[in-house]
């Protein structure tokens, strides 16, 4: 059985409709439903990275609130460590951690040592893990720096490490993370992602949101692509850059090009200086015919080839409505 599983989940929310007197919205209390899962069939194994990405409204976080216990599934059945998140709130707490970048879990005015033993009492965790934890904590997010600052006063980046030592200071084996690297600065990103990716070295199974790709990229070999409430895609990030035909040629010509030919499959999409930007799609155009055409019209002084970035190529797919 797999970590987590999910059959045929659903869910949906009621909103209040908004009449257009204010006498029927008294007197009418009528409903839309918002359909933001729909059926969703899903299994995650233990020490699996999977990052869920989507469009704004997919439905991500109504899946993830779903897993962690806060939302019950409109219909169908999902299953944590074997138990029914919604129904057994407190003993799936226990085998997890949760880090929602936008919100935190420390006590505001609270130094974060608090925090962590406030968490120790909740958690019961014998002395022996908690000193080893907090060790492990120190040595790869360098936690003891702002030990004794009330959380307020914490940069983001400080915040983000404090929010990860909470999370995982009970030994969870599944650890849940959304936009954990929102708004860091270059430095603490990639403490942040080494970090995770050295604890799912450790066995923990890691179910991550961003809208930031290269987090998936760097932590998920699997990828879930969520659109209008369903998984459109399950696979890794290198998959969809190998399905992706199209990329980039930058070109610097001898001088001034006299014209550039028009080429099915290619088009010209940018200039930088010297350097010409093609777009060519492999299957529609190859490289010999490009260099042909564009080459025998011109002098070409240097050419280079570049994979599309994958910020681009999931863009394009959120784009397309990918199905
Ligand atoms: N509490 C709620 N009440 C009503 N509708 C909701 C509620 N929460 C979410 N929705 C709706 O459900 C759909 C899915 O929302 P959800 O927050 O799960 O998407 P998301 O993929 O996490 O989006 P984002 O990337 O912007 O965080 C959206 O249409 C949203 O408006």
């Not at 080893?132 to 040595?139: A, P």
Request: charged share 25%; hydrophobic share 40%.
């Amino acid at each position: 059985m797999g970590i987590i599983e999910l059959y045929d989940v659903k869910k949906s929310y009621k909103v209040a409709k908004r009449e257009r007197s204010f006498l029927k919205q008294l007197l009418f209390h009528r409903y839309d439903e918002i359909v933001a899962v729909q059926g969703i069939n899903l299994q995650i194994e233990v020490g699996e990275a999977v990052g869920i990405i989507g469009p704004n409204g997919a439905g991500k976080s109504t899946l993830i609130k779903m897993m962690v216990g806060i939302l019950q599934p409109t219909a169908g059945t999902l299953y944590v460590n074997s138990k029914v998140p919604y129904k057994h709130r407190k003993q799936n707490a226990k085998n997890i951690g949760v880090v929602f970048g936008q919100r935190t879990q420390l006590w505001w005015d609270l130094p974060l040592e608090d925090t962590l033993k406030l968490h120790r009492e909740m958690y019961e965790i014998p002395d022996a893990i908690y000193k080893r934890n907090i060790e492990k904590f120190d040595k790869t997010l360098g936690i003891c720096s702002f030990w004794h600052q009330p959380v307020r006063q914490l940069s983001l980046g400080q915040r983000m490490k404090a929010d990860l030592a909470v999370a995982l200071l009970h030994d969870p084996k599944l650890l849940f993370l959304d936009e954990p690297t929102i708004g860091l600065d270059v430095m603490a990103k990639k403490q942040v992602r080494d970090f995770l990716k050295s604890i799912n070295g450790d066995n923990v199974t890691i179910i991550l949101t961003s809208h930031d790709l290269k987090d998936i990229e760097e932590i998920c070999p699997r990828v879930i692509m969520v659109n209008h409430g369903s998984i459109v895609i399950d696979t890794s990030l290198s998959e969809i850059k190998a399905k992706v035909s199209e990329q980039k040629i930058l070109v610097t010509f001898a001088e001034q090009p006299k014209s550039i030919p028009v080429l099915e499959g290619c088009k010209l999409v940018s200039q930088e200086g010297d350097t010409f930007i093609f777009q060519m799609d492999s299957l529609k155009c190859s490289f010999t015919d490009f260099f042909a055409a564009v080459g025998s019209k011109n002098g070409i002084e240097n050419i280079s080839v570049q994979s599309i970035d994958i910020d681009e190529i999931v863009r394009k797919m959120y784009a397309e409505d990918v199905q």
